[in-house]
């Protein structure tokens, strides 16, 4: 079955950490996403990429970084200068960033700061 | 900036009872509308999607309608379930940008 995997479900993070999210697909797309989503709000774009070896920030980028090294991976770190960084973490993917099509999405991260 | 919204936050509906989600989107030029759906705990679903050269489209149980002279869109659900507790989001795109996504709307299914 084709999916998108993120992992860890839930991780919990000591204050001043570098933590690192997984997200995996085997979709064989293009496109992968970032995003935050905090209790009983939308998404916020954190990163994007379009192509291997390229990202771009999206809206709230600050205290987080990502690579795209390659085409079924684009992890992203919560760094110590995100200084609010408990929340809903979803990882997303489309064929291909310029196509009419949707996204399919992770299961989800949960960050808690301990 | 343009934007995409929701009339309603959360919405109660009978089980077995039709329900309507509505959204309104800003942004003249989009030319692509998903809606999603998202349980607990868990990522967005993809439901239905439509292109801005319809005015309808129906799935199963679901029927998504786009009125783009009020840049009006809402989605459906018929004879809902338990199973349709959920936060739904549209989203909407425009040409090469990327999704917009709503901040979404409770739905309870009332037993």
């Known amino acids: 079955d084709g999916g998108i995997t993120q992992s860890p479900k839930y991780l919990f993070r000591k204050e001043g950490q570098n933590v690192t999210l997984s997200c995996e697909q085997n979709?064989?797309?293009?496109?992968m996403y970032w995003y935050r989503q905090d209790p009983g709000q939308g998404l916020r774009l954190i990163y994007y990429?379009?192509?291997?070896?390229?990202?771009q920030k999206g809206d709230i980028a600050e205290g987080y970084s990502v690579s795209r090294e390659k085409k079924e991976s684009f992890p992203l770190t919560v760094t110590s200068a995100q200084k609010n960084p408990t929340a809903f973490y979803l990882c997303a993917s489309s064929i291909n960033p310029t196509g009419g099509y949707g996204y399919t999405f992770g299961s989800g991260t949960r960050l808690t700061v301990v | 900036g343009e934007n995409v919204g929701l009339h309603l936050p959360t919405l109660s509906v009978q089980e077995g009872d039709n329900s309507i989600i509505n959204c309104a989107y800003s942004n003249s030029a989009s030319d692509y509308f998903i809606w999603y759906k998202q349980e607990s705990g868990k990522g967005p679903q993809f439901i239905i999607d439509?292109?801005?050269?319809?005015d309808k489209r129906q799935g199963q149980r679901v029927t998504v309608l786009l009125n783009k002279t009020v840049k009006h869109l809402s989605l459906q659900i018929a004879a809902t379930q338990p199973g349709d507790s959920a936060v739904y989001f549209c989203?909407?795109?425009?040409?090469?940008?990327?999704?917009?996504f709503g901040t979404g709307t409770r739905l309870t299914i009332i037993p």
């Open positions: 990429s379009q192509i291997v070896n390229d990202f």
């Open positions: 979709l064989n797309h293009d496109a």
């Open positions: 989203a909407e795109k425009s040409g090469n940008e990327k999704l917009t």
């Open positions: 439509i292109r801005s050269n319809m």
